[in-house]
């Protein structure tokens, strides 16, 4: 059974940093494409960053490109979002995915099948 469980969420404040963590289990990590997305309030949920399975190809959402890194670390099976710059509006739950196996860096949310349970990300102005 796949599980992903992300840590490093908090309440900062604008201008501050975050990095979230995303463990995961069940699968061959290694072989699989990541993706973090987010939910706000009253909003749908959104794609924040993706990467390849070998970590070579990265994808960002044009919101978050330039503030946000993705990353992977396939001997510990965990893949990271470090956040910089952040802004009120990047306020929300943040959810780890699971995607493709050797799969590409994506933001098409169909291509995850496995999902996290969300940390909350709450900036303040």
């Known amino acids: 059974q796949v599980q992903l469980v992300e840590s490093g969420g908090g309440l900062v404040q604008a201008g501050g940093s975050l990095r979230l963590s995303c463990a995961a289990t069940?699968?061959?990590?290694?072989?699989?494409?990541m993706g973090w997305f987010r939910q706000a309030p009253g909003k749908e949920r959104e794609f924040v960053a993706g990467?390849?399975?070998?970590?070579?190809?990265?994808v960002y959402a044009a919101s978050v490109k330039g503030r946000f890194t993705i990353s992977r670390d396939n001997a510990k099976n965990t893949v990271s979002l470090q956040m910089n710059s952040l802004k009120p509006e990047d306020t929300a739950v943040y959810y780890c995915a699971s995607g493709a196996v050797y799969g590409l860096a994506t933001t098409r949310e169909s291509e995850y099948d496995y999902w996290g349970q969300g940390t909350q990300v709450t900036v303040s102005s």
């Open positions: 069940g699968r061959i990590f290694s072989r699989y494409a």
């Open positions: 990467i390849s399975w070998t970590g070579d190809n990265t």
